[in-house]
Each structure stands twice: as structure tokens, then as C-alpha cells.
């Protein structure tokens, strides 16, 4: 009777041909058993999978991959699972830690670091670092939500990898500006139709305030700026994306003809100039640590932009 696998590899795949090759590379000699499930790829993938040793299944096409994994873990006999998407692999060192983790008794789920390759850079900062995922876990320890971008319900202990380079998931993010924008286009339409079923009323901040937040968020108080060049584009093509969302979601409601007060547009405005001042004069007063003259200047031209803010 063929033994039962310790360790079961999941990938959900379409038409990552070249992505799926290197991730199934780096897995060799850890997984006893590969599942591989192709969404109706068109460029070899179900070819390579099967030539790696891996089962492959067949899954509807889906916008986004978590109602697909619930289906693919299913398919997993193992012990362990180790989840995986096909642009993400496997360093040595996070290949024996995992083997060790199988040892242990005490241990259910493990949250591991992902190191995020953007426009050919690791990102360290904008929110991309650690950036700690449930990616191996004992069978039926973890389930996914069908909601895009969801995090995953589990059961029973976890432990938490050192956030190492050399201990994390390597991620092949996003290779290109057009790569990114296409996802930003197939994502946020998918976000779109989760508000527009939830009757979600769009507002003029929507469009003004909520991006400027997104790129806040990431490029000052997640130090973007210290990615340098990546770091500033990558911020602006998030708040691009999370505009995009309200448009698409503008556009599904039939591109309704709605006059913006001048009230509603100069409290957006206001909200909007103050969200950024406060990090922009957070990020300065840093700079400027030493230079009294220049943090009180500073401190002015916040107090200025509070007190404006709802005026």
C-alpha cells in the first residue's frame, strides 16, 4: 500500500507557463505530492505540471483565485499542506525549516514572511515586508473565504517565521507596469461588484480622499520613500488602483449624472490637503530633527492646515 504523503503542494494555475516552472523547481525533494488545479490555461501549464510529477485538476475560470483553493486542498492527501501561486517559490533554508515544523506536535499553522519582488526590486517597506501569509498548515487546520484578497479562517496553534530574507516566500509580484494596471483592472472590478451588491453610495471623498490615503499610507507612514523610485510608483499606482475601484463601481451604477456640491468637494478637498500635510510633516520633522527654525515652520503649516480643514 503506497504510503500516505507528508507533505501535499498546492498551486492554483492559468496560463503562468514560465512562473509554474520555477515554483515547481523549488519544491522538488520537499512535497510528496504536487496538486496542481488549471483554470483553462492555454499556454503549457497543465503540460509542465504534469511533466513536474503533479495531479492535475481542472477549475472554472475565476477573476480571482479563493473560491478555486478551497477546491484544490480538497484534492491534497497529505498531512501538510504547503499553498503556493505559481509566480511565488521556495528559498533551502524555508524548504528545511518547514520539514522541521513537520516534527513538531504543538504546531498547526505557520505564517511565513513573503519577500515581494516589485518592477525587479524586493520592496522592503510600503507595506510589502514582511508581509506574513498562512502558507503551511496541517489538513483541514486552515479553509479560505470566497472574498478576494481574504484571509483565512484556522484552528488550533500557530507559529511565526523569523521575517528573514532567506526564510521567506520569494514573489515574483509584478514584472511590469502593464502587469500591474491589468490586475488593478480585473481587481477592482471585482471589488466594484462586492459594494455595488452591498448598495454602497458613492461620495465625492470617495475619489479624492481614499487614494490620497492609500498613498499615504504606503509612501509615509509605511516608509515607501525608502524604496526609492519603486517605492513612489508603486504608491501612486496603489491609490490609482484604489480609485479605480469607486470608478468602476460609478460606471456599474450606469454612470449616473450627480452635481458635487461645492460643499462636498471643497470638505473632500480640505480633508484630503490635511491627510497629506500631517504626513508630509511627520516624514519632515524627521528630516529637519536638528533644525528648530524648520520643525516650528513645519508645526505652523500643519496647525494652519487643521484649523482650515473644516472651515
Not at 503506497?2 to 515547481?24: F, Q, T
Request: hydrophobic share 40%.
Amino acid at each position: 500500500m503506497k504510503n500516505k504523503p507528508n507533505i501535499s503542494a498546492v498551486i492554483n494555475v492559468r496560463n503562468e507557463a514560465e512562473a509554474l516552472n520555477k515554483c515547481l523547481r523549488s519544491i522538488k525533494n520537499l512535497a510528496d505530492e504536487i496538486i496542481v488545479v488549471d483554470m483553462n490555461s492555454t499556454d503549457g501549464s497543465q503540460e509542465i505540471a504534469k511533466k513536474a510529477g503533479a495531479q492535475v485538476f481542472s477549475y472554472r475560470p475565476m477573476k480571482f483565485v479563493e473560491p478555486a483553493r478551497n477546491f484544490a486542498l480538497s484534492k491534497a492527501t497529505g498531512k501538510w499542506i504547503l499553498l503556493l501561486d505559481p509566480d511565488e517559490f521556495l528559498t533551502k533554508t524555508l524548504k528545511n525549516e518547514l520539514l522541521s515544523v513537520t516534527k513538531r506536535a504543538d504546531v498547526d499553522f505557520v505564517k511565513i514572511p513573503r519577500k515581494n519582488i516589485i518592477f525587479g526590486k524586493w520592496i522592503r517597506h510600503s507595506n510589502s515586508w514582511p508581509d506574513y501569509l498562512i502558507r503551511f498548515f496541517k489538513k483541514g487546520a486552515v479553509t479560505w473565504k470566497k472574498e478576494i484578497h481574504s484571509q483565512p479562517t484556522t484552528k488550533g496553534n500557530g507559529i511565526t517565521l523569523l521575517d528573514s530574507e532567506k526564510m521567506a516566500i520569494q514573489h515574483n509580484n509584478y514584472t511590469s507596469v502593464s502587469q500591474f494596471v491589468t490586475r488593478a483592472l480585473r481587481y477592482s472590478g471585482i471589488q466594484a461588484d462586492e459594494l455595488f451588491a452591498q448598495n454602497y453610495k458613492i461620495k465625492t471623498s470617495d475619489f479624492l480622499l481614499k487614494p490620497i490615503q492609500e498613498f499615504n499610507s504606503r509612501f509615509f507612514f509605511a516608509e515607501g520613500y525608502k524604496d526609492g523610485f519603486h517605492g513612489l510608483i508603486f504608491s501612486l499606482l496603489q491609490a490609482f488602483a484604489i480609485a479605480l475601484i469607486y470608478v468602476k463601481l460609478w460606471e456599474k451604477q450606469g454612470c449616473q449624472e450627480k452635481s458635487i456640491t461645492k460643499e462636498s468637494f471643497v470638505s473632500a478637498s480640505q480633508e484630503t490637503t490635511f491627510e497629506y500635510d500631517f504626513w508630509f510633516n511627520k516624514y519632515f520633522r524627521k528630516e529637519y530633527s536638528a533644525n528648530f527654525f524648520k520643525r516650528l515652520l513645519l508645526k505652523i503649516r500643519l496647525t494652519l492646515s487643521y484649523l482650515t480643514k473644516n472651515f
